[in-house]
């Protein structure tokens, strides 16, 4: 294989791979969206687990934190908007548990 094809066959694998990371990142940014909307939408907080969502939130910075340490823009966006919004449910799980 002459080196003109091993660049090319590594930016495809690079770019299907990056492309990868790229959807991975959209759905675990949103993860949690659904959770969010049921959440503001009952305006009922009795089913929401702070233990998981501390979990997640650690979990979430840990990885944020390893992102920029790896300088990987795309770990770093994706768990970003995770983190944002489990921060958003944990605000609007208080609001809604101090109404109860």
């Known amino acids: 294989m002459n080196d003109s094809k091993l660049l090319q066959s590594k930016i495809s694998v690079l770019n299907s791979t990056t492309i990868i990371g790229i959807v991975a990142s959209i ?14 939408k009952e305006k ?15 979990g979430l910075a840990l990885w944020i934190w390893y992102g920029f340490r790896i300088n990987d823009w795309i770990i770093i966006f994706a ?3 995770s983190l ?8 609007i799980n208080f609001r809604y548990k101090k109404n109860i």
């Open 27 to 40: 759905f675990t940014g949103i993860s949690l969206l659904p959770q969010l909307l049921k959440l503001i």
């Open 44 to 58: 009922r907080a009795s089913d929401i687990s702070m233990l998981m969502l501390a979990t997640l939130f650690t």
């Open 79 to 81: 768990n970003s908007v």
């Open 84 to 91: 944002i919004i489990n921060f958003l449910i944990v605000i």
